[in-house]
């Protein structure tokens, strides 16, 4: 599982379509999720992706490798509760029932639980030949306080939840996200001052809950076309308010930022300001990833 | 740099909306989508207040350590902590004709500020019992709301207690821009009801009809016997609090209401958070809330009025290769600057007669927090 977060603006999505698509490029078998409450009306990953096509909380296959799917908290929740209930009648009768579902509207945990729960059951399916349907997950996490909580959830919800099959689920969901082997972290970030000091919290929190940061992807990085004595030209003959002087500012804390991102010790990738936007930027974003993505 | 609010008509000779909002409302809501600057603002509009000699708390829900470093106050307390005078001063910030404000600031603990409303609303017994459950020890993490709950919570107990002349407040990033209003009735549906029903054994048979049955077969199979009995501890010790917890916020409510408020609403300049922020406005007009104006920040509507490398020349080959370079950079912030004095434009008209929209100043570099920070309070005041 690689899940791709970050501040919101700092465009994990995508990231996220890029490197979903240079993995099935790279023939692997592909799932690409994104985090929804209730059926989405328009999805921004798969309009980069499959434009036109409507978000649904199945997997619907785009290409041979890639597959697309609405990861629903209500979906795991019921998921979990047809495992673990005898019947499987009693659980879709149990989420029709008021009381339940306030329970679950004001207990946003049991939600994110089943978020995971879902993802858990999709990298479980397995193809005729016993080989996992996905090799790899791909998922488009929501804004990195929100990732925190979500890598924090399957231990608050143990310590509250001792014992039974809710601790079980739980137990299953941190083995999965703290093994390295099979799920790591790729945080994307812009290179103001504030989203670079996030990144690094964001970092160190998921470390201190036993996540990989397998990589940083630097998104915007402004490119320099200046020589060291046109900046010192610049700056002598410039006032400081002038037109191109936060581009300016820019470029002279870009190269700070990117060392503030390297000393946290995983792969930092930087991904150059496009101008392009839809499907075009996406483009160009695969350029500067590949052979990154390998 | 002019004000940014010279063109507003609402503007007289006491100085721009903002300033008229922060030295006049008892407190000042900031809402918005996430990412667009909140936390930042309500600290600086709480500088700019201190500046005009007022007491003022700031209310942050945002632990951004950043912040928390800048204003000198620790990162998690169990109250409101003075910001120093050094670092008042350190942000440019001198008292105006003499008079001393005050600013202290913090950053929301829920579990803190839930405690004491069980303190304050509960037997000693109640308290205790409650505060013994597992579920309370984790309430914050699993139930939704929350934050939004304690904040308003928290609002009330600062506002009855009359040691502040102004509180802003700065509400957590939410896609309804009242969520924290309708947080305590989300989180009684939590706390109550039929849930309560379940849990709570009653005298008597009978009141579980056959869907509660249902229900506490499910809870019980899903949940484990231990959690049910701690939640049947916790429901049943709460159910005496609701009385109290709803004149709370009623209170909350009526204060938020009247005049003596004044809900804020910031957003940056992409698309997202201004189409975020026209909903907000229209939910707060909708429900009654004095909705005062909108903040654009991360705009460069300003730099509209800057000189261009164009109008720069020198007879230095190395320097002129160089603005010739820059002119692209220029141009495109040229671009977007008049895109955003356009959406200003349209923040004006969408604000209406009563309302305005400000541009916060631009940040060079916001690298600097401190400093920053003292610029922001300074230009907005």
Known sequence: ?294 | MSPSDSEAPADDARGTPLRRLVREKRVLVLCGPGGVGKTTMAAALGLAGAQLGRRVLVLTIDPARRLADALGIPLASPGPRPVPADKLQALGLAAEGGRQGSLDAWMLDPKVVFEQVIRVLGTPEQTTKILGTKLFAHLSELASGMLEYTAGEALFKFASEGRYDLIVLDTPPARNALDFLDAPARLSAFLEDSILKVFVPKEGAGFLASAGRLVGHVFSRVFGEGFIADLGVFFQAFSGLFGGMREHSDGVAKLLGSDESAFLLVTSPEEASLREATLFQADLLRRNFPFAGFILNRSLAKLASWPHPGDFTSSDAVAMSALRKLTSIANEERREAAEHALLLEELRALAGEAGFASAAPLLLDSSEPLAGLGVLARELS
């Not at chain 1, 608050?156 to 999965?176: C, D, H, N, Q, S």
């Open chain 1, 1 to 294: 599982m690689l899940i791709v977060t970050g501040k919101g603006g700092t465009g994990k999505t995508l990231l996220a379509a890029a490197l979903a698509r240079q993995a099935s490029a790279m023939g692997k078998r592909v799932i690409v999720c994104e985090v929804g409450r209730s059926t989405p009306t328009a999805s921004s990953l798969l309009g980069l992706l499959a434009p036109g096509l409507e978000p649904a909380n199945v997997p619907q296959v785009l290409t041979e490798t890639l597959s697309h799917v609405v990861l629903r908290g209500e979906d795991g929740v019921r998921e979990f509760l047809r495992k673990t209930l005898p019947f499987k009648f009693m659980a879709d009768r149990a989420l029709k029932l008021d009381a339940v579902r306030k329970f679950i509207d004001a207990a946003p945990a049991f939600a994110e639980m089943g978020v995971l729960f879902r993802g858990m059951q999709l990298l479980e399916e397995q193809r005729r030949d016993g080989a996992p349907v996905y090799e790899l997950m791909v998922l488009d996490a929501p804004a990195s306080g929100h990732t925190l909580a979500f890598a924090a959830l399957p231990e608050t919800i143990l310590k509250v939840f001792t014992m039974g099959p809710i601790a079980t689920a739980a137990r299953a969901g941190i083995e999965l996200i703290r093994n390295p082997r099979a799920t790591t972290v790729v945080a994307a970030t812009l290179l103001e001052s504030l989203p670079v000091s996030e990144a690094r919290e964001l970092c160190a929190a998921l470390r201190l809950r036993g996540l990989d940061v397998g990589a940083i992807i630097a998104n915007q990085v402004p490119n320099d076309p200046f020589t060291a004595e046109e900046r010192t030209a610049l700056d002598a003959l410039l006032p400081v308010e002038v037109l191109g002087r936060r581009g300016l500012v820019r470029i002279e804390k870009a190269a700070d930022a990117l060392a503030r991102l390297r000393d946290l010790g995983a792969p930092l990738v930087s991904i150059g300001a496009h101008a392009a936007s839809g499907p075009s930027l996406l483009a160009a974003i695969e350029r500067d990833l590949s052979g990154v993505a390998a």
